[in-house]
């Protein structure tokens, strides 16, 4: 029995050294599985290459990268087909409604599209503030000059506009002092502004909105094609190193927006 197991320690211990003397052709035999991994046998080397490495040339990731980027130069091209109509409002009928007549009254409007003139009213002589086109006016803008009552004067002021195209049968709110911009379209908000003598609304998107609605999609759909262009043609550092400088570029662009946002003044738009 003593002998036995002597012999079973003797090739154990004979078996170990070769292991430990002549580790290169294990090693070898790893690499070049991790060379040569097709479907499922990919699974076995993941513990010999890292995760990116292995995702980035994996069939599968590079499908769902090409996907991505195909939804992302869609979803690019929706959000700047949007810029055209955001805040453009149409109608024939428009009315004026203020909410605080007896402590502010409205001395002329201007009714603006794409930063110019489209007409010019003198509201202190129309009392009904009631506006009627002979056809459709677009609007994205409003100038309004206001008057205090007397020593009556308020310090905010609250103004909003509702139009029609069918005569009044339809109403429907286009325009306020009190906006709120997001990602699809302008908010007309109730709520009441500093009193200016004369206010000017802009519905257009400021800059800042370019940089946080259409900037990241962009730079999604040129993540995707460099990932994937990396992935296929195995770079795998390659597209470490742009995926890195693709996420600096998102996170400097959002900066960029919440500062704009902020220097304007629109505060609630730089949580949006």
Same mark, same amino acid.
């Given at each position: ?7 079973? +320690? ?25 060379? =040569? $991994? ?6 076995? &080397? ?28 869609? *979803? *690019? ?20 409604? /203020?909410?605080? @007549?007896?402590?502010? %009254? ?13 007409? $010019? ?6 009392? *009904?503030?009631?506006? &009627?086109? @002979?056809?459709? #006016? ?8 206001? /008057?205090? /009552? =007397? =020593? ?7 103004? %909003?506009? #509702? ?6 049968? %339809?109403?429907?709110? &286009?325009?306020?002092? /009190? ?21 000017? &609304? ?53 900066? #960029? =927006? ?10 609630? +738009?730089?949580?949006?």
């Amino acid at each position: 029995m003593s002998m036995h197991n002597d012999d079973e +320690e003797k090739h154990l211990r004979e078996h170990c050294r070769l292991r430990a003397t002549w580790a290169g052709d294990i090693l070898e035999q790893r690499l070049l599985e991790a060379r =040569s $991994w097709k479907g499922r046998k990919g699974v076995k &080397v993941m513990q010999y290459i890292s995760p990116f490495t292995y995702f980035i040339q994996h069939p599968l990731f590079l499908l769902l990268i090409v996907c991505l980027f195909f939804f992302q130069c869609y *979803s *690019s091209s929706i959000v700047a087909w949007k810029i055209q109509g955001y805040g453009v409002q149409r109608f024939r009928e428009f009315r004026l409604t /203020n909410l605080h @007549p007896e402590m502010v %009254t409205i001395s002329s409007l201007t009714i603006l599209y794409r930063g110019c003139e489209v007409s $010019w009213h003198n509201m202190s002589e129309n009392n *009904s503030r009631v506006l &009627v086109f @002979p056809s459709q #006016v677009q609007m994205d803008g409003l100038m309004i000059e206001l /008057n205090p /009552n =007397s =020593s009556r004067q308020s310090a905010t002021v609250a103004i %909003t506009a #509702v139009g029609s195209g069918d005569g009044w049968q %339809t109403v429907r709110r &286009v325009g306020s002092l /009190n906006v709120r911009r997001t990602g699809n379209s302008i908010r007309f908000l109730s709520g009441p502004v500093a009193f200016q003598r004369k206010v000017l &609304v802009n519905y257009f998107p400021a800059w800042p909105w370019f940089t946080s609605e259409l900037l990241p999609r962009i730079l999604w759909a040129v993540c995707c094609f460099g990932t994937g262009f990396c992935g296929i043609f195995k770079h795998p550092a390659a597209g470490k190193a742009f995926c890195i400088c693709v996420l600096c570029l998102f996170l400097i662009a959002a900066a #960029v =927006s919440a500062c704009g946002y902020a220097s304007l003044g629109l505060f609630r +738009e730089v949580f949006e």
